[in-house]
């Protein structure tokens, strides 16, 4: 790849000089991300003791383009076709990731154990060695294996555990709580734009959430570099910063939830912090995909199922709203949390 096939390259400077002045600024305006003029609506339901549920805000109905173009900078053909999808009533998506308090309160309720408590721990890199090991932390703990603010997305837990969540919250409220379907998490996340993020295309220019900022790099860290198997699977050529040039939001592992602007929807996070589960079975492509938003969900099992929305520790190519994961249902680590989705009456 020469340079001028390289858009990352060709901005190092540009974004340089913006990372000195997000330096200077502590508080960083975002008027140009300010949400439309839509009214946004947020509610909670009630679980079975009183207590809330947790916050969802009402996504309105509407279409995008599902996937990148062809020629979008570092997509991978499983983002192809582009395709459209048509939302034809609202439905509720969570303000916020679950947090580990959220999840405490479920955890509490029922006794439930999960896929980590059942098989020997969790995923996470050594920040001394920087090797990927399995260790013996859980729903409790964040990407050091330290227990976690309440206020903080929970890591650490599957697909499986995201599913019992859900189905607790539809126990509780008698209400039909999920997960987001693939379509969904994408629709949300793009809130309306059609660009590579929902702040727009490349590099953001002012904090848009926790992403993998130059300026994030902790002293001493060497989970800050990519293992050679991640740089082989994301950057083969090795040409591309493995993280935002001139960026810095304060976090090298997850922030806490709503610490940076939300999308024009009203979301927050849904870009970085933590990837985030959706319903669908895994597909190596959309060609056969529903285009009505629903999760695409195979009649036999599903080997795979997706995370969406990228996490504090990706890549620039894995921030773009198109970029799609698979993983295993039982599969968790530090940095896959999960939002959760409930069905509207209309
Ligand atoms: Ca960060
Ligand atoms: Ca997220
Ligand atoms: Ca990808």
Redesign the pocket.
């Known amino acids: 790849m020469n340079e001028s096939e390289n858009p990352w390259k060709n901005r190092m400077t540009h974004c340089q000089k913006i990372g000195v002045v997000m330096l200077l600024l502590p508080v960083i305006s975002c008027s140009l991300l300010e949400p439309t003029d839509t009214p946004i609506t947020r509610f909670q339901d009630t679980l079975s003791q009183g207590a809330p549920a947790p916050t969802m805000v009402v996504v309105p109905a509407g279409e995008f383009h599902m996937g990148s173009p062809e020629d979008e900078f570092g997509r991978d053909a499983n983002e192809g076709p582009r395709h459209k999808v048509v939302f034809t009533k609202p439905f509720a998506l969570g303000e916020t990731?679950i947090t580990v308090g959220q999840f405490a309160r479920f955890i509490r309720a029922t006794g439930y154990q999960t896929s980590a408590e059942r098989d020997a721990g969790s995923f996470l890199r050594d920040p001394v060695t920087g090797n990927w090991g399995k260790h013996p932390v859980n729903w409790r703990h964040d990407h050091q294996g330290q227990l976690a603010p309440e206020n903080y997305p929970v890591v650490h837990v599957s697909w499986d555990d995201a599913q019992a969540y859900a189905a607790w919250l539809t126990r509780e409220t008698g209400l039909p709580y999920r997960l987001p379907s693939e379509a969904e998490l994408e629709y949300a996340n793009r809130a309306g734009r059609s660009a590579q993020n929902w702040w727009g295309d490349g590099l953001p220019v002012v904090r848009v959430g926790n992403l993998k900022g130059e300026y994030d790099q902790p002293a001493n860290d060497l989970s800050f570099f990519p293992t050679a198997r991640e740089r082989a699977s994301i950057d083969p050529q090795g040409n591309l910063p493995h993280f935002f040039p001139g960026y810095g939001d304060g976090y090298w592992g997850p922030a806490p939830v709503a610490s940076f602007t939300a999308n024009a929807f009203g979301l927050y996070?849904?870009?970085?912090?933590?990837?985030?589960w959706a319903q669908d079975c895994w597909h190596a492509d959309y060609h056969g995909a529903p285009t009505d938003g629903s999760p695409w969900i195979d009649s036999g099992i599903c080997v795979y199922r997706i995370v969406r929305?990228a996490s504090w520790y990706c890549h620039p190519s894995q921030v773009r709203a198109a970029n799609r994961w698979s993983r295993w249902p039982v599969f968790r680590n530090m940095y896959i949390g999960f939002r959760i989705a409930r069905s509207l009456a209309l």
């Open positions: 990731e996070d849904t870009t970085g912090n933590v990837w985030e929305g």
